[in-house]
DNA sequence: AATTAGCACAACCGCCTAACT
DNA sequence: AAGTTAGGCGGTTGTGCTAAT
């Protein structure tokens, strides 16, 4: 899309692009000029080339002579940015070729936000272009229900992270494999917890169990994650499904034949030989998009894009998930201890937020091999005892609950400063959690548009979930096909699947003796629990 | 035909940092 | 060493086009 406006547009100026506001537009344009107050808002071509010219005669840089030299109404950052956007002649024009589009993902992968990097990557493409697509991409994807990484890319980063690394080292040879119908999905509703609505959360499947699965000739796995792989050692299945805040909690209401994917140990088995589950850790491992989607701010998707959480940190809280009763899962503390030290050691804030996901995962295994002295619990990743203090009751109660909600909420915190405080010692309720939402009546858009998929409850059953996202036919297309691929029964969700991860905990009787769930969001119930204990926190 | 929603993109904003004084 | 400035970067917003309703 050009910037261009005609030079008649040009001349009036809406009141948002200049600083004098509440002064009639034309007049406020002469005054602009005869002020000398700088202009803003498109560019002209007039504009451009005046600015053509001026690096022409001066070369790059000192951008704010320009406006002395040139005349040029423009504060030298525009006149930079439009310079290196849209001017500079060794710019590439035209949209993303397929191999830059893959590149780009890749890239975004390994580097998180790191547009101006990836933008040096990528001759003749500017951050601001690659970030736009991605945006884009992203949000399409989102609202597709369908992963952001293919699991290709995700196995390439997680193995490049762990060979350089050589640090995932989930300790499942101790580990013990939970029966299958170790989880049974609990019945809850939940009303407070409206985490996000389109969280990518994993799940993880037990396909050695069997009783879920639709697909037993692993039809619908990728060339070599058939049922031989997964029987083999209990396979787990991370799925990714898009998670909204209107969908309810486990719909699993079909008593013990639909038992919540149980984790396996079988985690920690050669990250970096190939073992297929690598596949299910490497699906978690380009995860800045699983959860944060990064788009606009408009969206009303808010702090789960924001969170722009490590690549392998979904896996790590996975690995908390297949905690046993007797590998309790982390507490809320643990979580955000793990995520404030992990910004401590060795980070800046920017690694922070850059979405590079794969710093935060080692600081997370450095803290889990620093505190391994004292904490045997066979797979969390996320070991207990990271926990400062605060192994009271009120922790258990909470752990036993929703140990993965702390996650969330923790993380929420830890990236929205504004409401947690410090995110240590004030965790707000899950209740509080205030994040925008889509309208009900969007919802109900979204549930309508999936009246060609499976019904709303069989998203929820693992099959279809593995029928739908991992292994997407169509991953880096950019354009409106990327929506249509063959696995794109989104898998419409809970809101607060990470809590659920946790609920499915057989030793939460109180939660999973519950009443069938209902499947209506915002209907009342265990939220209300759970937010109490938050209070009480 | 009019309206609405979605999309793609350009541009701006605020923060950070390095260089300079 | 402290203050200032320019440039860089990532996030966000605004805008026009298009497709769908």
Redesign the pocket.
């Known amino acids: 899309?050009?910037?261009?406006?005609s030079e008649s547009?040009d001349m009036i100026m809406?009141r948002?692009?200049i600083?004098s506001p509440g002064i009639d537009e034309m007049s406020v344009e002469r005054n602009m000029v005869g002020n000398g107050a700088l202009?803003?808002?498109?560019?002209t071509s007039a504009e451009d080339a005046i600015l053509v010219d001026y690096v022409n005669k001066h070369g790059?840089?000192?951008?704010?002579?320009v406006q002395k030299h040139s005349g040029l109404y423009?504060?030298?950052?525009?006149c930079?940015?439009?310079w290196?956007?849209?001017l500079r002649p060794d710019l590439k024009k035209g949209?993303f070729t397929p191999e830059e589009e893959r590149r780009i993902i890749e890239l975004h992968a390994k580097?998180?936000?790191?547009?101006?990097?990836?933008?040096?990557e990528l001759p003749g493409r500017?951050?601001?272009?690659i970030?736009?697509?991605w945006?884009?991409?992203t949000?399409?994807r989102q609202?597709?229900g369908l992963p952001i990484y293919p699991p290709d890319i995700c196995l390439q980063t997680l193995s490049d992270n762990t060979q350089t690394q050589n640090m995932v080292t989930f300790d499942v040879s101790h580990g013990e494999t939970l029966p299958n119908n170790a989880f049974q999905f609990p019945a809850a509703e939940f009303k407070h917890l409206e985490l996000n609505h389109e969280l990518y959360a994993p799940h993880i499947l037990d396909l050695s169990g069997g009783n879920f699965l639709d697909d037993p000739e692993g039809s619908l796995l990728p060339h070599g994650l058939g049922p031989t792989a997964c029987n083999n050692t209990n396979f787990l299945f991370p799925m990714l499904k898009r998670v909204r805040r209107f969908d309810t909690f486990p719909l699993f209401d079909g008593g013990p034949d639909e038992y919540f994917p149980t984790v396996d140990h079988s985690y920690s088995q050669n990250m970096n030989g190939g073992d297929i589950l690598s596949s299910s850790s490497c699906l978690f491992s380009g995860s800045h998009a699983y959860i944060n989607g990064?788009?606009?701010?408009?969206e009303p998707i808010s702090w789960a894009?924001?969170m722009?959480l490590p690549s392998l940190q979904y896996s790590t809280q996975m690995g908390s998930c297949n905690a046993t009763p007797s590998s309790p899962l982390p507490s809320l503390e643990s979580v955000d201890t793990l995520i404030q030290q992990s910004t401590l050691i060795g980070q800046?804030?920017?690694d922070r937020?850059?979405?590079l996901l794969e710093a935060v995962l080692l600081q997370s295994q450095n803290l889990k091999m620093s505190k391994s002295s004292n904490n045997h619990s066979n797979a969390s990743i996320l070991p207990r005892d990271i926990t400062t203090d605060s192994s009271s009751q009120r922790d258990d109660d909470w752990d036993s609950m929703s140990p993965l909600g702390h996650s969330a909420a923790s993380v929420y915190s830890e990236y929205t400063p504004h409401l947690s405080g410090s995110s240590v010692d004030e965790h707000q309720s899950v209740e509080a959690i205030s994040v925008k939402q889509e309208p009900e009546e969007?919802v109900a858009?979204q549930l309508d548009r999936e009246d060609d998929k499976p019904n709303h409850t069989n998203y929820l059953r693992p099959d279809s979930l593995l029928g739908s996202n991992l292994f997407g036919s169509y991953w880096y297309g950019?354009?409106?096909n990327a929506?249509h691929s063959n696995y794109d029964h989104c898998m419409v969700s809970d809101p607060i699947h990470p809590l659920g991860e946790d609920f499915c905990n057989d030793s939460n009787k109180h939660i999973s003796d519950s009443p069938p769930f209902h499947g209506h969001y915002g209907s009342a119930g265990r939220w209300d629990d759970i937010s109490e204990i938050c209070r009480n926190r």
């Open positions: 899309m050009s910037s261009m406006t547009e809406s948002d692009c600083s202009k803003k808002g498109p560019w790059e840089g000192n951008w704010n002579a423009r504060c030298g950052k525009s930079r940015l439009r290196a956007n849209h949209a580097m998180g936000n790191k547009w101006a990097r990836m933008a040096v500017t951050d601001n272009e970030k736009n697509f945006n884009t991409r949000k399409r609202r597709a990064n788009t606009s701010s408009s894009q924001k722009e800046t804030k920017s937020d850059s979405g969007y858009k950019s354009g409106s929506e």
